[in-house]
């Protein structure tokens, strides 16, 4: 590979020449592309040539379509990844990095039209889907520092013995990612596989594949050898034939709980590593201490980002103690929220239904509806919309409290202790995320010591644990040890060699001393 000098990604110059450059620049409907595999530097149809339409969920219109692959398509994928790592592993890190160095900055050139992109295929917000993108780049940025830290670790550890650690790839990995992120959540692999010397094939969710088929033509122009990125399409029988594949050696899924716990038993059969982020249903516990105005506008910015389809979004509000006014602040906050220009449209229909569903039991049961969503309306779009929504006086065990709605709804539990707070926060199968918001360090303290999450805030809406620290949740929320980003990710697409060594006995006299 050629390295590549800093001038030359000094030079990277605006261009809309690309393939498949995406016109969007406004929420108008634009008809896109087929999105198809991405095999050694190459576009193909799917072995079989299915395809499944891709529906821009603002517009609830097929702005595309996906090829769908099964198992011989990750036979040639895997061929042509195996065949690529052989070469790749013996290019130094150094310059592996080169090429995500490069990356970033053909990231950053195409920002707009990578940030529109997104907001097409998955309905976010534009200001939503840039910082979809830019925290991708940061997750770049990431693998850049990467090369400067993975040094491995040596001792003399007794006279003329020495013991080495050195990081070695895998071989052929893959990652298999939901719609929320079409590219962030692939780049809280991808930096981390390369950066190791692996080869890797990602499977991206059917509902926003057109963000991945962005980044396999960027990772070309940046230099990546063919067949080190691959991008196979598709939906269960491409992810069961991933998880099945001998030579596929580690597997990185993110989605669903269910899905993850299927999988990450399916492929720890196999003997592969497996780490599998599954949902969540993430606590917030206001004290009655807490800032009125931070209170407020967080909790809102954190349940109703996104519409709510995040996996580090509020999902239900523990109030312990007189809260009537930081409830009510939250409801203005909520209330300024404009749909269509501040929030984006839910998925698709049948996630559209599921979230209904969950308010009508909730206000069925006897829910006190703050702030109905329900019946909103975007003029001039189609889709399904839902605008935020808050209901009180919920009890814990009634299932909006509960389970993973994925949706604009926020339910608040009353309780007089946060000893209460805690036990709720506690029982709940999940834990990705949890948060105290109180202005005492002592309160704070005691209430983050107990969380049963493996991502905690003090006084934040979404506590997502920025590069270069690690990502990933606890209990029902994470399959498999260790973390998805950061070093913990390096370490888990990586392996470590142990190399003892003893040139000389100690007590001989060599022909140097
Ligand atoms: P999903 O589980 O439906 O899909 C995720 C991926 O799995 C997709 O690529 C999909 O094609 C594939 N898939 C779906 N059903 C499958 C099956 N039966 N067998 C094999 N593969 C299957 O998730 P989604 O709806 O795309 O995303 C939303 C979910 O992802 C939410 O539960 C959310 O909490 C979770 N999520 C978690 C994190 C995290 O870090 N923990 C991050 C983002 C999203």
């Not at 909790?299 to 006014?325: E, F, P």
Request: net charge neutral.
């Amino acid at each position: 590979m050629n390295h590549m000098s800093t001038a030359a990604i000094a030079n990277v110059s605006q261009s809309d020449h690309h393939p498949l450059h995406f016109r969007g620049k406004n929420y108008d409907f634009v008809e896109y592309t087929t999105a198809k595999n991405w095999i050694h530097g190459q576009f193909h149809d799917a072995i079989g040539g299915t395809t499944m339409p891709v529906s821009n969920p603002r517009h609830e219109k097929t702005m595309g379509h996906v090829s769908v692959s099964g198992p011989a398509d990750i036979e040639t994928a895997v061929a042509s990844a195996k065949n690529a790592f052989l070469q790749w592993r013996t290019v130094p890190v150094k310059e592996r990095s080169q090429v995500l160095y490069k990356l970033k900055a053909l990231m950053e050139r195409d920002l707009e039209e990578l940030s529109w992109l997104v907001s097409h295929e998955n309905g976010k917000v534009y200001a939503e889907a840039k910082a979809d993108v830019l925290k991708g780049i940061e997750c770049v940025e990431m693998g850049c520092s990467l090369a400067n830290m993975v040094t491995g670790q040596q001792l003399d550890v007794s006279r003329g013995i020495n013991c080495e650690t050195t990081f070695e790839p895998l071989g052929v990995c893959a990652g298999i990612v939901p719609f929320n992120f079409p590219v962030r959540v692939p780049l809280w692999m991808l930096p981390q596989v390369l950066i190791a010397g692996n080869a890797f094939i990602l499977k991206p969710s059917e509902q926003v594949p057109f963000g991945a088929m962005k980044l396999a033509l960027l990772l070309k122009e940046a230099g990546l050898p063919d067949g080190v990125f691959n991008v196979v399409n598709g939906t269960r029988a491409v992810v069961e034939a991933i998880v099945d594949h001998p030579d596929i050696k580690a597997v990185g899924f993110v989605g669903s709980t269910k899905v993850a716990k299927l999988l990450y038993e399916r492929g720890a059969k196999t003997g592969k590593r497996m780490l599998c982020l599954g949902g969540a249903k993430n606590h917030i516990v206001i004290a009655p201490d807490a800032d009125l105005e931070l209170t407020g506008s967080t909790v809102s910015a954190s349940a109703y980002g996104c519409a709510g389809q995040r996996c580090m979004a509020a999902s239900v509000v523990l109030g312990v103690g007189k809260i009537d006014h930081i409830i009510e602040r939250t409801v203005a906050e909520a209330k300024k929220i404009r749909l269509g220009e501040d929030m984006g449209p839910i998925i698709n229909k049948e996630a559209y239904e599921r979230i209904v569903a969950y308010i009508d039991n909730a206000e069925k049961m006897g829910a006190k509806v703050l702030l109905d969503g329900r019946n909103a309306k975007v003029p001039g779009a189609g889709g399904y919309w839902i605008g935020p929504t808050i209901l009180d006086n919920m009890k814990p065990e009634w299932p909006a409290a509960c389970e993973e709605i994925f949706g604009p709804v926020l339910s608040i539990v009353r309780v007089n202790t946060i000893d209460q707070a805690i036990a709720i926060e506690n029982k709940n199968p999940y834990g990705n995320a949890a948060s105290i918001f109180t202005q005492s360090g002592g309160v704070a303290r005691y209430a983050i010591e107990r969380f049963e999450a493996g991502m905690c805030g003090v006084n934040i809406g979404v506590p997502v644990p920025r590069e270069p620290f690690s990502f990933g949740g606890w209990n029902h929320s994470k399959f498999g040890h260790g973390d998805m980003t950061g070093m913990d990710g390096f370490r888990f697409w990586s392996r470590e060699r142990k190399v003892t060594s003893k040139w000389a006995a100690q007590s001989d006299q060599t022909w140097m001393s």
